[in-house]
């Protein structure tokens, strides 16, 4: 089955909004080298609470983007990691990422030129 973007009952939308969200772009992007603990995720992504990331990471596990693995350990230990299906997203995740940080001034300009 191939879903329809423009179809407003597809779960392709559903898809988008997960994938268009920012926090899980900076997820993909963190996980991209490889597995890490929550607290290792939550500093190199900066800025976002422990409730909104949780959030997050549990509906990218849902979705199949993100494996969480427990650790029997104590304190017990807990590694996310990207899926194959995650993996996937890297590629054009990171270039709209680099159009960003390449335009990110232009962009700014533009939104102060239309502020004035």
């Given amino acids: 089955m191939r879903g329809d973007a423009f179809d407003p009952e597809c779960p392709t939308r559903l898809i988008l909004d997960r994938i268009g969200d920012k926090w899980s772009v900076l997820v993909v992007l963190s996980l991209t080298g490889g597995p890490l603990r929550f607290t290792e995720l939550r500093r190199l992504i900066g800025g ?4 909104v990331l949780t959030q997050t990471l549990r509906t990218m596990e849902r979705d199949g ?6 650790f029997a350990e104590v304190p017990p230990r807990v590694e996310y990691a990207l899926t194959p299906l995650g993996l996937s997203l890297h590629k054009p995740i990171q ?9 990110v001034e232009a962009v700014v300009a533009a939104r102060t030129a239309h502020d004035a």
């Fill in 48 to 51: 976002v609470t422990p409730k």
């Fill in 65 to 70: 983007l993100v494996t969480r693995q427990v």
């Fill in 95 to 103: 270039a709209i990422t680099e159009w960003a940080e390449e335009n």
